[in-house]
């Protein structure tokens, strides 16, 4: 149904706003806050507690922690409130008040070679988590869609993904400190022609480090390209190091140089078409593509020194220009709204920066994958993994530095962990993984202050390049144009997300690694040459390597050193103590506790009865009383 804002308005004003509620009834909305002493009628309502509970009402911006209810609020004052409100818009299922789809059945993305065919098909899906969905209720790995060809492309998941957009901004700078040797902040088109583009893993002296060769600065072939690896997208700039939007190669008129996004995120596109870099990019345009939910971000469409960067978000990740969402904000109301609606499906400014810095804060902060346990086959796999020459491309371990903002050498000025809390997972003694929380912030009264330290990032098996495995993984588009390169897929997790490769095409991690050719073809001799027991002690390993229910993960939350077998929160016993953000809120949810279902049986409801405290519903900037998705504050 399309209800325009203004239809919403004339409601309000007509009925009120009890009325209108009653009259959208729970049928309308996908949340359930109910527990069983609700009724039915009213509330949707999920003993479980697992479902989406809080109505949707769009998150206002600000960079002020003491503003109750705002993004920066929720981040740096409430930052387990802000994780869980960022999960639920990841696994919200959008409904039609809420301006999802508007397109169906177009298509999406940047064209093809043939200059006409799409990259994708949009508005199929309300929900990141409908994709993102293994395990449930996590930023999971999913289905296979249809994406660029007709072979289509598999749904990745994002366990530690805030790492993964870390250590793209620190390829970033130190490719950078080999390339722009005058640091005038971009690398000039002669500026160290030739260059082999080298950097490492570690710093000097840690074990493990190896080159990462990621081409040669410049134009050595001819082709006013630099020969750079495919991962790098190019950003051409000026002689004043002004981006120069249309420019795709060095023989443009006014390119002086060029710089670049190491795009970390993906699998991988053909004719250097953008791939966003940054988790806050690639929401914006999934929200798009997928749900037909046009985000309107100043942080992801203003670029303050016309050099290509966009801001930095309020979670501290630089955004690029190349992930610009449609909705600019061109035409907005007295209060801001974005009268823009690029759908045209007469709900307006359907995503907002504040949405954003939300989703964004959830899916950095998402916990890494975990290891099982490393029995002696998986050990002796891990050997004989190296020794394939697997490692080459499948990266073991990673490093970033601390924070250094103050640096005289802009390639200097590296960001540390800005992440406000890791997950340690360790195998018990029967196997059961086990969480300890590790804060990584400190705290008095007031909001939180990150620590922005240095992080080991052991067991991801990337070395994030883009290789050419042969025509086994290749993928010939929608147009008939052939993708050869695709960027190593991180093995962690692997263990856990079947089916594999770009595509899903390889049911089994065995028939994935059979299908390494190109590049990767003495790696599989070695691989193939290897006795089957051997090559069962691989996979082993790689088997090891799993994701798991973040929520039922049975994790010390009171640093007392053990895991209770029934934690109290609020005074309700809720079993077992487990990664729950819920008990961590400011305001820590109350669960309803033992009630009797409706098939006789006595059950713990974990339904939530304090939602609208511990979630901040009531707080002035979140308060939404006419129901219209907006907070009253944000007044047309
Ligand atoms: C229709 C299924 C689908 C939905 C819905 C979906 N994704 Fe994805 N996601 C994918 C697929 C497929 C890829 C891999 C795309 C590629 O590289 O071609 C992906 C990749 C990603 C990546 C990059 C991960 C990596 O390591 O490469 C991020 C981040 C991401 N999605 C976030 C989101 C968010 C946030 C949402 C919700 C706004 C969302 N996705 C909704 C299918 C989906
Ligand atoms: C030349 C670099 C390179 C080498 C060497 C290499 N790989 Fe890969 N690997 C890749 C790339 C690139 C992909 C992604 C291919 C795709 O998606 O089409 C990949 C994908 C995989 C996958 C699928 C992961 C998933 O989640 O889809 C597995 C498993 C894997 N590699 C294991 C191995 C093993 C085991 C070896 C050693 C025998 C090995 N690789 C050697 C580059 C390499």
């Known amino acids: 149904m399309r209800q325009t804002a203004a239809a919403t308005l004339l409601l309000t004003f007509v009925f009120g706003s009890a009325a209108l509620a009653l009259a959208q009834g729970p049928d309308f909305v996908p949340e359930r806050p109910g527990g069983a002493g609700d009724d039915p009628a009213l509330r949707n309502r999920d003993l479980t507690g697992r479902s989406v509970k809080c109505p949707r009402v769009r998150f206002e911006h600000s960079t002020d922690p003491s503003a109750p209810g705002t993004s920066a609020y929720y981040l740096f004052a409430d930052p387990w409130a802000g994780y869980a409100h960022g999960r639920e818009l990841f696994h919200r299922e959008f409904a039609a008040a809420d301006g999802v789809f508007g397109e169906s059945g177009r298509t999406a993305g940047p064209v093809l070679d043939d200059g006409s065919t799409r990259l994708a098909s949009r508005d199929h899906v309300s929900a ?46 130190d490719l950078l400190a080999v390339g722009d040797r005058n640091r005038n902040g971009f690398i000039e088109s002669t500026e160290s022609r030739g260059v082999p583009a080298v950097v490492y893993n570690v710093p000097p002296g840690e074990p493990g480090r190896r080159p990462l060769e990621f081409g040669r600065f410049g134009d050595g072939n001819g082709d006013s390209i630099p020969d750079l690896n495919p991962i790098l997208h190019m950003i051409y700039v000026d ?35 953008p791939v966003p870099s940054t988790l806050r990019g690639f929401t914006a345009q999934a929200l798009d593509t997928h749900a037909g939910l046009q985000a309107c971000d100043p942080t992801l469409t203003e670029e303050p020194r016309g050099d290509g960067l966009a801001r930095v978000s309020l979670a501290g990740a630089p955004q690029f220009m190349s992930a610009v969402p449609r909705d600019r904000g061109n035409v907005r109301t007295p209060g801001g709204i974005s009268l823009d609606d690029p759908d045209r499906d007469g709900h307006l400014h359907e995503i907002t920066d504040g949405d954003l810095d939300l989703v964004e804060w959830y899916q950095m902060n998402h916990p890494r994958p975990a290891r099982s346990e490393r029995t002696p086959s998986v050990q002796r796999g891990e050997a004989l993994f ?28 590296t960001r540390g962990d800005r992440r406000f809390f890791d997950l340690e997972t360790e195998p018990g003694p029967d196997g059961e993984l086990r969480g300890r929380l590790k804060r990584l912030y400190d705290r008095k009264d007031g909001p939180i202050t ?12 990337s070395d994030f390049l883009q290789h050419d495995l042969g025509p086994e993984t290749h993928q010939v588009q929608y147009d008939g144009s052939t993708i050869t390169h695709f960027r190593t897929t991180p093995l962690w997790g692997a263990g856990s997300t079947a089916p594999y490769l770009h595509d899903g095409s390889a049911l089994t991690l065995e028939e994935a690694i059979r299908r390494h050719g190109g590049e990767a073809a003495t790696s599989r001799r070695a691989w193939r040459a290897l006795p089957a027991a051997d090559r069962e002690a691989v996979s082993a390993f790689l088997r090891s390597l799993v994701l798991y229910s973040t929520e039922d993960l049975p994790t010390d939350l009171n640093d007392d050193g053990r895991i209770s077998p029934s934690y109290r929160v609020a005074g309700q016993d809720t079993g077992r103590e487990r990664f729950n953000p819920e008990w961590l809120f400011n305001t820590p949810c109350r669960i309803e506790g033992r009630v009797r279902a409706p098939d006789g049986r006595w059950i713990t409801s974990h339904a939530v009865t304090n939602l609208r405290e511990a979630y901040g519903m009531h707080l002035p900037r979140r308060l939404d009383r006419d129901r219209d998705g907006f907070p009253d504050v944000l007044k047309r």
């Open 128 to 173: 990141c988590g409908l994709c993102h969905n293994s395990p449930w209720r996590d930023a999971g790995a999913g289905i296979t869609i249809p994406k660029n060809g007709g072979t289509g492309r598999n749904t990745p998941h994002l366990f530690g993904a805030g790492l993964v957009e870390m250590l793209g901004w620190q390829l970033r700078l």
């Open 239 to 273: 002689a004043a190091g002004k981006r120069i939007p249309w420019a795709r190669s060095l023989s443009v008129a006014g390119v002086a140089g060029y710089t670049f996004e190491v795009q970390v995120f993906g699998f991988g596109q053909r004719g250097r078409l």
């Open 450 to 461: 990150r620590r922005f330290g240095p992080v080991s990032i052991p067991d991801i098996y």
């Open 386 to 413: 190296a020794r394939s020459g697997c490692a080459k491309c499948h990266v073991p371990d990673w490093r970033l530095p601390a924070a250094n903002p103050g640096a005289a050498d802009y390639t200097r000025r």
